[in-house]
Nanobody, 119 residues
Framework: QVQLVESGGGLVQAGGSLRLSCVAS????????MGWYRQAPGNQCELVAE???????NHADALEGRFTISRGNAKNTVYLQMNSLKPEDTGVYYC?????????????WGQGTQVTVSS
């Protein structure tokens, strides 16, 4: 089993930045891809960014290059640097981690970390 704990969310003005962190514990040796999804009230769960075990990132096109995902050297941590934040980026951001066979957590499930961007 793998446990995921997100942190780094908060309230920020439009144009500001935040850095989210997600730390995995437990059977981390079996983790492959990690990433972030987000969900705003009334909206669907959507992919923000993901990164493979080899460090290859994939960011949602709609972000227009404002966000950058990275992985820690120990491979059990994933970060999301968010720049030029917009009010539409507001939502709960959820980390996920995939194993060799299945994901360790459903998308947009768990505690998440709240990001609120004021205009």
């Amino acid at each position: 089993q793998v446990q995921l704990v997100e942190s780094g969310g908060g309230l920020v003005q439009a144009g500001g930045s935040l850095r989210l962190s997600c730390v995995a514990s437990g059977s981390t040796f079996s983790i492959t891809a990690m990433g972030w999804y987000r969900q705003a009230p009334g909206n669907q769960c959507e992919l923000v960014a993901e990164i493979s075990s080899g460090g290859y990132p994939n960011h949602a096109d709609a972000l227009e290059g404002r966000f950058t995902i990275s992985r820690g050297n120990a491979k059990n941590t994933v970060y999301l640097q968010m720049n030029s934040l917009k009010p539409e980026d507001t939502g709960v951001y959820y980390c996920y981690a995939d194993g060799l066979i299945a994901s360790y957590r459903p998308r947009c499930w768990g505690q998440g970390t709240q990001v609120t961007v004021s205009s």
